[in-house]
Each structure stands twice: as C-alpha cells, then as structure tokens.
C-alpha cells in the first residue's frame, strides 16, 4: 500500500485560493490513480476530483468544475488540488486516497489507501 499524507489546508474567504497537496510514500506513486474527496459537516464523503496515473485524464464533481483543478508531480510523489473561487458550500474536510481509476470514480468505498484529511473553511 501506499501511505498517503494530506496538507495545505485552513481558514479561507469566500471567493479566495488553497492549494492541497497529498505527498505519497512506500508503493511507487505512479503506478496509481489518484483521486480527492471531501466530507463536509453531517454530509457523506464525496468525490471531488480524479486523474490518472499519467495525468492524461482527469474527472470532475460538476460541483467543482471551473473552479477545481487536480495535478500530480510524479517525480515528487505529489498531488495537488488548486482550488478557486471558493465557496461556504466547499467547507470540508477533504481526503486524498489511491487506487484505481475507475474504482475512484465509481466505487470509493472499495479504496484501502486514504489519508488522514485536511480541513477546508471557507468563510463567507
């Protein structure tokens, strides 16, 4: 497994800027897609975005699209959530997690590598 560690999160204005990185140990980071989620107050987590193992295909919540973007640094075993223009609505604690592609977008639960989150407020 690859152990995953989220940070760049904190207190944020409403239409401000984060940007979150997950840095990845243990397992080779490339040889999985990545995806984060976030779980806001008495909310169910949710998918926020995903890309593959190479970059080359990303996917998107539509409630992020626009304002959202997820990059990875391979080389630095390092992923990145940009994100804009942000909302009260956005206020979570988002999480990083490893595994499959399709299995990301479609069937989170089955994930095993998550990491330990970062809070996300947004304040209006």
């Known amino acids: 497994q690859v152990q995953l560690v989220e940070s760049g999160g904190g207190l944020v204005q409403a239409g401000g800027s984060l940007r979150l990185s997950c840095a990845a140990s243990g397992r080779a980071f490339s040889s999985y897609a990545m995806g984060w989620f976030r779980q806001g107050p008495g909310k169910e987590r949710d998918i926020v975005a995903a890309i593959s193992l190479s970059g080359g295909t990303t996917y998107y919540a539509d409630s992020v699209k626009g304002r959202f973007t997820i990059s990875r640094d391979n080389a630095k075993n390092t992923l990145y959530l940009q994100m804009n223009s942000l909302k009260s609505e956005d206020t979570a604690v988002y999480y990083c997690?490893?595994?499959?592609?399709?299995?990301?977008?479609?069937?989170?639960?089955?994930?095993?590598?998550w990491g330990q989150g970062t809070q996300v407020t947004v304040s209006s």
């Open positions: 997690a490893a595994g499959p592609f399709a299995t990301i977008v479609n069937m989170p639960e089955a994930l095993e590598s």
